[in-house]
């Protein structure tokens, strides 16, 4: 089987869609008998990849400029209309039997347009009304075109419970799978002495988000502030980049014990959460966060806005939620877990146990019965 899969973000541009892309493809390199070629966006010029002549991935050059964790409208439509005419170009040169668009917009746009079978891969801001720079858009176009782009797939997955819902508020009439990410369990795992003996020194809070509004990472940093009051101790550490990177400095500015870090490799982050007690993401809107894997699988305690806790990862045993994002909330949060550190721990085991249920594995395995299922050949 060949599948053609566009994804306008892979590693190192984009965020969660593309680490999700990434692992995929590496799972799919275990499975004979299927090849891929992905057609994305470079951070540069154009160039192409191979993974043992199964995987060949196409980097298209969209002008990339600015941060390489945010895309623009312009960004966006570069990507659309370069990937179609490269698409089409494939499609000449080989045999597909199915198309994969990771993000019903632009990605479902352009492959509703390529007269092969497709499914979508709903993951986040693709979804009308999750992202607040796009509600305008929503309303007068995307909400009417993801109708129509669902309506024409073999099969539309979102990754969490949250974003299933949100997509029905689209068409409710929708049918639509859902597929959780993974986490890459022999990376990300607990220090037995950081679980077993929280707040031996400092308590440690790590956000490793994206340094945009919908994260909430301002009321993060006014909640830290009122912490210290209490526990002078406390460090702050975030691990990320983003538009609003020089406001939150100036915000954290005579805040002792707060480090931004800015975007950190894979093996650094691991050893971030590791050494951290508390992980907290007071988000907007979330699909199933990446960052929330990576955190409970290194055992740490979390405190979450209700938008980013997945009903598949979240219940009382094993999270604070939030039901106001306020900085009195987070600091009221974190001021329980600072002082019941029993309760501390037993989270801290909780999501570690968890998180091993989402593996990389377990997800392709997931997305492989798709393909199956809408094989033209295994199917006739």
């Known amino acids: 089987m060949r599948i053609l899969m566009l994804n306008y973000e892979y590693p190192p541009l984009g965020g969660g869609a593309g680490n999700a892309c990434s692992h995929l493809l590496r799972e799919f390199l275990k499975v004979k008998d299927l090849e891929i070629d992905l057609v994305t966006s470079s951070i540069d010029k154009y160039k192409e990849e191979s993974f043992n002549d199964k995987i060949k991935i196409f980097y298209l050059d969209i002008g990339k400029k600015g941060s ?3 895309q623009s409208l312009k960004d966006l439509l570069i990507y659309s209309w370069r990937a179609y005419f490269f698409a089409r170009k494939l499609i000449r040169w080989n045999k597909y039997d199915l198309t994969h668009a ?23 801001s693709d979804v009308p009304f999750y992202s607040r720079r796009f509600r305008f858009l929503d309303r007068l176009i995307f909400k009417n075109l993801s109708r129509i782009i669902w309506g024409r797939a073999k099969k539309v997955i979102a990754n969490s419970s949250y974003l299933f819902n949100l997509a029905l508020r689209t068409n409710h009439n929708q049918e639509i799978k859902i597929i959780p990410n993974g986490v890459d369990i022999d990376y990300f795992y607990p220090t037995p002495l950081r679980r077993e003996q929280p707040l031996s020194q400092a308590f ?52 002792p014990g707060i480090e931004f870090l800015g975007n950190q490799p894979k093996d650094k982050l691991a050893e971030l959460y590791r050494a951290a007690d508390v992980f907290v993401l007071p988000s907007e809107a979330e699909g199933m966060s990446n960052s929330l894997l990576e955190a409970m699988a290194s055992g740490l305690g979390v405190v979450l806005s209700r938008a980013a806790a997945p009903a598949e990862l979240i219940g009382p045993e094993n999270a604070i939620v939030l039901e106001r994002n306020d900085s009195d909330s987070i600091c009221t949060a974190l001021l329980e877990l600072a002082r019941r550190l ?35 050949i295994k199917n006739k």
């Open 68 to 70: 390489l964790h945010h």
């Open 102 to 124: 990771f993000f019903g917009i632009p990605s479902g746009f352009i492959v509703m347009f390529l007269k092969l079978p497709y499914i979508v891969s709903l993951r986040g």
């Open 204 to 255: 440690i809070i790590i956000s490793t988000s994206r340094l945009i509004k919908r994260k909430g990472i301002e009321q993060l940093i006014e909640a830290f502030a009122k912490l210290k009051k209490s526990h002078p101790a406390s460090k702050l550490i975030m691990a990320g980049d983003g538009d609003l990177r020089d406001k939150l400095f100036e915000a954290a500015r005579g805040i």
């Open 342 to 376: 029993e309760f501390l721990r037993e989270m801290k085991a909780a999501n570690h146990r968890k998180a091993i249920e989402f593996s990389w594995q377990n997800t392709a395995r997931e997305y492989l019965k798709i393909y199956a299922e809408n094989n033209p």
